[in-house]
């Protein structure tokens, strides 16, 4: 157990190293400094003049949200058509069948918005085409969308007073040229060495040693594998997502994905500090995230390596752990230290099943995403974190009597409604839509939807409630992870989570967008003894506190009723 | 809006072309170069390809070691875990119901030597591996069933126990099965 106790010590350990000169790089590139990937100006140039693209052109808010949402809209429509339509198209080795608009609709979006609930299995229910021109695709731009709203963030702060964010459009197309595609070409190609299949090749069928006749999926999953974790995206080329031992073949490359996931959500911590030339604000925004990661990862960590007590009843040996839902290859502590990281990054790849977990590791992973700002994801983390930031500097300027103050602009009434608004959102939509289900399914048990209600659970009493919530909380966090056991695939849950992923996605983008936008016309104010530092520990510790107090207030009853119930039956 | 949508659909052909088109191929032809071309790489046995290296399967004789429960019943062309909760009544009385059935197996086994990745489902259903102490478990009954002396399956079983630098250790089941089979001839 030591020694893999000290492999997830180095694989985070090894993530922060690689993470800080990657920062520096993403702050160079984004700043227009040189760098050794303008190699890469000439595609870029070509790519701008083809697309009528004026990269000189500055956005003000309004603009770079334009644009944002506009493009994000066009990819809306197309991958829904494809995936409509997925049967007649070629590239389907499989002979897979069409999603239903339902299915269609809420995959689309759900890649859209990087978050990657999966509603079907990737073996039966997408085709090649599908995987590689909607999945893959929109990983790619879902994620380059979401560094490309933080960079305009940053633009806003970098400015003593500024209308501009940048170019949405440049800012965009660099984030996939000189960050994303180098990184995942990198990744793709170890995983492939590894095992992960890469070609085209369908199904094969084989006859088994002892005899039986069995299939074996296969396809182009490698190159999709590395974008799944790079842009934190996490959704699976197959239907057990990284506990497939053809996506995730062996620890090595546990390690890799567990690594790749990471790097970049960490990397933009310390692209803030070097862009904004505010290096210790980043430390503190990276220390406060640590300490809440290591105040989930613990005692998951422990009750998972410690198995469950039921079994323990039973009498037989639990040396390595709570198997139930695990990879041999991977042990109880790499996935305990997945199953965490995958929800606070919003990642939501998974490789154990989080359904079978601890009710104790079910609640870390659900707190990980209803907080969802430790580290989080591709750019949206720190986007998160920014909206917290504005409450906590609200919340100090009422304690100590003056108009609260954020990077040298006034922050008043509609910055504090706007952030208040978007906190809130989320505890209204993860509430609001599980006690829907639940009246579903406590009232209407035999209503005609494709998976009745009364069948939705897998699992009775306070997990069958957690399952409900965890779906909802993973929607509104973009995660995309699940307590798979959920009979989702319905128009029930494909509806109300589409409409939940679409809110929380773009509601925390333009929310924080909109306030940089509106604080950064404002009259710069320099500082004074009697501005509030937000760069110190103390306020970092303010912050903390503050998303410990909102958290506690939204979602305490609910996880109540599901995995504290659950903990306190377990004993 | 009308700029917008131009750039928006001009600027998405461009990302279509260069993301699921380029890039994949690319990666397809970088797997060509791997010992398994990119299509998986397999197990054979005189010839005759028996399995994938990396995915699991059944077996239920009692000549040969067996791997973990599987929610999909080790066919490839799917995978899932159980997704059962711990608390799962109708779970623990299947987990009750594997170890009576092992015991039954297993004459001379009793139950404090099961490790419990032998009676819970894998995450993928597709588990190729069980613990060390999985397979030291099953050495008697294969052992007899297949009238070769305990020595020389224990021989086996320690020379398939593979552990990482910092992962678990873990046996290959299909690995140390095709080598029994060997054994035979």
Known sequence: MTGEITGVILMFLIAVVLAYPLGKYIAKVFKGERTFTDLMNPVERFFYRICGINPGEGMNWKQFLKAMLTINMLWLVYAFVLLVFQDKLPLNPDGNPAQTPDLAFNTAISFLVNCDLQHYSGESGVTYLTQLFVMNFLMFVSAATG??????????????????????????????????????????VLLAINGTPASYDGKDSITTLQGDSVQVSRGPAAGMIAIKHIGTNGGGWFGANSAHPLENPNYFTNALEMIMQMIIPIAMIFALGFFLNKRKWSVVIFGVMTIGMLCLLIPTMVTEVNGNPAIAKMGISQATGAMEGKEVRFGPAASAYWSIMTTIISTGSVNSMHDSSMPVSGLMQMLGMMINAFYGGCGVGILNYLIYIIIAVFISGLMVGRTPEFMGHKVEAREVKIAALVTLLSAFLVKAFTALAAYMVARHPETGWAVQPGNWLNNPSYHGFSEMLYENTSANANNGSGFEGLGDNNIFWNV??????????????????????????????????????????????????????????????ALALGPIAEYFSLR | MKKNLSISARLTLVMILLLAVIYPLLIAAVGKLTPGKGKGETISVNGKVVGYERIGQKFTADIYFQGRPSAVDYNAAGSAGSNKGPSNPGYLQLVQNRIDSFLAHNPGVTKEQIPSDLVTASGSGLDPHI????????????????????????????????????????????????????IKH
């Open chain 1, 147 to 188: 560094i490309a709203a933080l960079i305009g963030v940053l633009n806003g702060l970098r400015e003593k007073t500024t209308q501009n964010l940048g170019n949405f459009w440049v800012i965009f197309t660099k984030a996939i040229t000189r960050v994303l595609l180098p990184l995942c070409i990198i990744g793709a």
């Open chain 1, 496 to 557: 109300t989570t589409g409409f939940v992923l679409v809110l929380a996605r773009f509601i925390p983008i333009i929310g924080p967008v909109a306030i940089i936008g509106l604080l950064a016309a404002k009259k710069f104010v320099p500082e004074s003894p009697g501005t509030l530092k937000t760069d110190s520990w103390t306020f970092g510790m303010m912050t903390f506190a503050v998303i410990i107090v909102i958290n506690a207030l939204s979602f305490f009853p």
């Open chain 2, 131 to 182: 613990s060390p102490d999985a397979a030291r478990i099953q050495i008697k009954r294969v052992a007899s069933s297949r009238g070769i002396s305990m020595q020389k399956v224990t021989e086996l079983v320690q020379a398939h126990i593979v552990q990482p630098v910092f992962g678990p250790a873990y046996v290959h089941v299909l690995k140390l099965n095709v080598a029994l089979d060997e």
